[in-house]
């Protein structure tokens, strides 16, 4: 049998497919054609899920496509932690309670089903558990006790599927419960919440950003969590993914003065980020000295030690992302990284790593790829090697000194500008797309950190006649 699909039904974004029998779904990109024919066949599961959740249409044949009944956009999922503020203090307490029964519950089925031998489908997990957990916690709700028995039934999904192995049953100690429509309702910034006195109101603190997603998009089931004595709501919204269409390339260069530099000539200096990391790192270290010295059993120390740990990861979470919302000012939706997943690795000396430890690398490159992709752009890592040694001009090797480049030909460029071009260049090169760039000229950056050329997109040094002269500006 054909089934054809219309094209005014297809815009220019992607989809999934989910198909009824078997369950499973299927990514399809850029139809070209006015009209779209699928033939497909029954087969099973195990095989259609190998070929069918694929990015491109090229890896799906024919024969492992199945019948269509509906056609969505592809979604991608953002959440937003909103803080609950509550009327009364009883309100709360009733609440915490009502969370903590919830925990209770979930320990107990962790424990009744990691004492079976073979997995348990959900149905007769319910049959099984349902009833001796409302003899057990009568003050439950039947509702918590069903969300409990399926993140429990989830938990253990996700632990066959990654294939841990696991001496003893997961326990939850956090305070958290995914919410459903039969646990909440909300209308405007009011939030209704089932717990075991009873329906309790309170508020939700809405932030600007959270009011414009919610008048967009869907919400998906939040999830309700405790945290310093304080309730937070993290609501999910389903978004569409945009669609990426690569146009040009820059190369991003990180180091350890100039936390990156772009090759259309942007620098970000991170002298005052390495100077509060290094304050926090010292209160660290005495605090150690401190914990290892004292007479007196206390754990003052470690606490404080474990408020700095903290204050430590998220003062460098907030400062990568301001630096990632910077990076994704271009117009160019290829950024290209050096992949530095080995270069701490290697043992270079107390000095050394203590300074290379100080700059996160993979915590750059995952925060920009994920605000890369919200914004239809895409980041990739390419090979380091010889990135700051090699003329972006295909000449000879030339000499790096410091933050100067002296190229065989005389001239002097930025070290680190000349980098962040031969990284562009080598993935522009594989994917023939053209490389944003400005000449780096020593001299050209600002005090500011900005580079004082005009930008210029210009070909691969193999497919191009000279290099663009470019103005200063």
Not at 17 to 39: E, G, L
Not at 104 to 132: A, M
Not at 253 to 279: M, P, W
């Amino acid at each position: 049998m054909r089934f054809s699909i219309c094209p005014y039904l297809i815009p220019n974004i992607g989809f999934n497919i989910h198909t009824a029998k078997p369950k499973m779904s299927v990514r399809i990109n850029n139809f070209s054609c006015d009209k779209i024919h699928i033939v497909g066949r029954q087969e099973t599961p195990r095989s259609l899920a190998s070929g069918m959740n694929c990015r491109s249409p090229q890896k799906s044949s024919p024969k492992r496509r199945n019948f269509l009944n509906l056609i969505e956009p592809y979604h991608r999922m953002k959440t937003y932690n909103v803080k609950i503020v509550f009327d009364t203090p009883e309100a709360q307490r009733q609440l915490l309670d009502t969370m903590l029964i919830h925990n209770q519950i979930w320990n107990w089925l962790s424990e009744f089903v990691f004492s079976k031998s073979k997995p348990i489908p959900d149905r007769e997990l319910h049959d099984l558990t349902y009833h001796k957990c409302r003899k057990l916690f009568p003050d439950a709700p039947s509702q918590i006790i069903i969300r409990a028995r399926m993140d429990v039934a989830s938990t253990y999904k996700t632990i066959r599927s990654n294939k841990h192995q696991i001496t003893e049953a997961p326990k939850r100690e956090q305070l958290a419960v995914r919410l459903d429509k039969r646990l909440f309702t909300l209308i405007g910034d009011s939030l209704k919440l089932t717990t075991i006195n009873g329906r309790v109101v309170c508020q939700l603190m809405f932030f600007p950003k959270m009011l414009e997603l919610m008048k967009q998009y869907p919400l998906c089931d939040p999830l309700i969590f405790e945290r310093n004595g304080e309730v937070y709501l993290a609501m999910g919204f389903e978004t569409p993914e945009l669609q990426h269409s690569p146009n040009s390339c820059i190369g991003i260069d990180l180091g350890f003065h100039r936390i990156a530099v772009t090759s259309e000539g942007k620098v970000f200096r991170n002298s005052k980020y390495i100077g509060r990391k290094r304050q926090i790192r010292h209160l660290k270290s005495e605090l150690q000295r401190a914990k290892k010295t004292r007479t007196k059993k206390t754990d003052s120390a470690r606490k404080h030690l474990r408020k700095l740990h903290r204050k430590e990861r998220n003062y460098s979470k907030n400062y990568i992302h301001h630096l990632a919302n910077d990076l994704l000012k271009t117009t160019s939706n290829v950024l290209v990284l050096e992949d530095l997943s080995s270069l701490k690795d290697k043992d270079r000396g107390r000095q050394q790593n203590n300074k290379l430890s100080q700059l996160p690398f993979y915590l750059t490159q995952q925060i920009l790829s994920y605000k890369a992709q919200a914004l239809g752009k895409r980041v990739v890592t390419v090979n380091p090697a010889y990135t700051s040694k090699d003329d972006y001009r295909g000449l000879e090797r030339g000499v790096r000194k410091g933050c100067r480049y002296y190229a065989s030909d005389g001239k002097v460029f930025d070290a680190d500008l000349n980098a962040s071009i031969n990284i562009a260049q080598r993935w522009g090169k594989k994917n023939k797309l053209p490389v944003s760039f400005v000449e780096p000229i020593d001299g050209s950056i600002k005090p500011n950190g900005q580079a004082m050329c005009q930008l210029a997109e210009c070909l691969m040094p193999e497919i191009r006649q000279a290099p663009t002269s470019l103005a200063s500006g």
